[in-house]
């Protein structure tokens, strides 16, 4: 974020501002929220495209499409030009079966990409996001020499990724968030949130269930049915309904699976960007 909030500092020929970077990660962890956190820290205006964006079923509008974008993100720099499943849209180029507008496409966002280097005073920043950064074409690996593994989080992580999900819900003093994190080893923030919910979903059933009973009782007995119940009635939150959660929501990804051994290999091999310490990236940096 520094080049695009102090350019003053970034002028030399060997600090030139990064051109690009690339968060690769396993599905789930918060690349997408980390794009829009670094285009709002830095101040910068935030631009997703994706392969609709730029493809036309006309010859050559694809590339005026993209001439276009490039032109728009210089008048308006500093920009972030967020690309979404970027394997998506710029996978390698070696494939029999692409078909040569989606080819000329490739080239022609290279190229334009190319040509920012050139303009001292315009700000653009690519950044791309994908699950699967084995699939990109070596020309894009090139251009992006910041490359991040946004990894599946850890305990810590794991605590105050729930914390930060149930900050507004009510909650009973038996919830212990820290024995939560150590049950869902391997879970991505998508899949602590949706466990989030199905707790949250438990003490509505429970209503759902009494009241269901009562008008049944009450139709029995031919009294008047009673009335439903309203969110003050809902209870909070307790330790048993985020262990009921627990049962119910499985991790989407294994950390143990084919594919993660395979990202990690990847990062091993590319990943990095300039500093030989591997950090974990996560939703708290």
Same mark, same amino acid.
């Given at each position: 974020?520094?080049? /695009?909030?102090? $350019?003053?500092?970034?002028?030399?020929? /060997?600090?030139?501002?990064?051109?690009?970077?690339?968060?690769?990660?396993? $599905?789930?962890?918060?690349?997408?929220?980390?794009?829009?956190?670094? *285009?709002?820290?830095?101040?910068?205006?935030?631009? +997703?495209?994706?392969?609709?964006?730029?493809?036309?079923?006309?010859?050559?509008? #694809?590339?005026?499409?993209? !001439?276009?974008?490039?032109?728009?993100?210089?008048?308006?720099?500093?920009?972030?030009?967020?690309?979404?499943?970027?394997?998506?849209?710029?996978?390698?180029?070696?494939?029999?079966?692409?078909?040569?507008?989606?080819?000329?496409?490739? &080239?022609?966002?290279?190229?334009?990409?190319?040509?920012?280097?050139?303009?001292? +005073?315009? !700000?653009?920043?690519?950044?791309?996001?994908? &699950?699967?950064?084995?699939?990109?074409?070596?020309?894009?690996?090139?251009?992006?020499?910041?490359? =991040?593994?946004?990894?599946?989080?850890?305990?810590? +992580?794991?605590?105050?990724?729930?914390? *930060?999900?149930?900050?507004?819900?009510?909650?009973?003093?038996?919830?212990? =968030?820290?024995?939560?994190?150590?049950?869902?080893?391997?879970? #991505?923030?998508?899949?602590?949130?949706?466990?989030?919910?199905?707790?949250?979903?438990?003490?509505?059933?429970?209503?759902?269930?009494?009241?269901?009973?009562?008008? *049944?009782?009450? %139709?029995? @007995?031919?009294?008047? =049915?009673?009335?439903? #119940?309203?969110? %003050?009635? %809902? !209870?909070?939150?307790?330790?048993?309904?985020? @262990?009921?959660?627990?049962?119910?929501?499985?991790?989407?990804?294994?950390?143990?699976?084919?594919?993660?051994?395979? /990202?990690?290999?990847?990062?091993?091999?590319?990943?990095?960007?300039?500093? !030989?310490?591997?950090?974990?990236?996560?939703?708290?940096?």
């Amino acid at each position: 974020m520094l080049p /695009l909030r102090r $350019p003053e500092l970034f002028k030399g020929h /060997l600090t030139k501002p990064c051109k690009g970077v690339l968060l690769f990660g396993p $599905p789930g962890t918060g690349k997408t929220m980390l794009a829009k956190a670094v *285009a709002t820290e830095a101040g910068a205006n935030f631009i +997703n495209i994706s392969m609709s964006t730029v493809s036309s079923m006309w010859f050559g509008e #694809s590339e005026k499409y993209i !001439r276009a974008l490039f032109s728009v993100a210089s008048k308006i720099s500093p920009t972030v030009i967020f690309i979404d499943e970027v394997d998506s849209m710029l996978s390698q180029r070696n494939s029999e079966e692409e078909s040569s507008v989606l080819r000329r496409m490739k &080239n022609e966002f290279m190229v334009n990409w190319d040509g920012l280097r050139t303009k001292e +005073n315009e !700000r653009v920043l690519i950044l791309a996001a994908t &699950n699967r950064p084995f699939d990109l074409d070596e020309a894009v690996i090139r251009r992006m020499p910041r490359r =991040l593994l946004v990894n599946l989080p850890d305990a810590p +992580n794991r605590t105050k990724i729930m914390k *930060a999900i149930l900050r507004k819900e009510k909650m009973a003093q038996d919830v212990d =968030l820290d024995a939560i994190a150590k049950m869902t080893q391997g879970y #991505s923030g998508c899949d602590l949130k949706d466990l989030c919910v199905a707790a949250a979903y438990r003490p509505i059933q429970e209503i759902l269930e009494k009241e269901k009973q009562e008008k *049944a009782l009450a %139709i029995a @007995e031919r009294r008047p =049915l009673p009335l439903v #119940s309203g969110s %003050i009635e %809902i !209870r909070p939150l307790n330790m048993s309904d985020m @262990e009921h959660a627990c049962q119910q929501v499985r991790a989407s990804v294994s950390p143990d699976s084919a594919y993660m051994q395979r /990202l990690l290999q990847w990062e091993e091999q590319y990943g990095g960007g300039g500093s !030989r310490k591997k950090e974990r990236i996560s939703y708290f940096i």
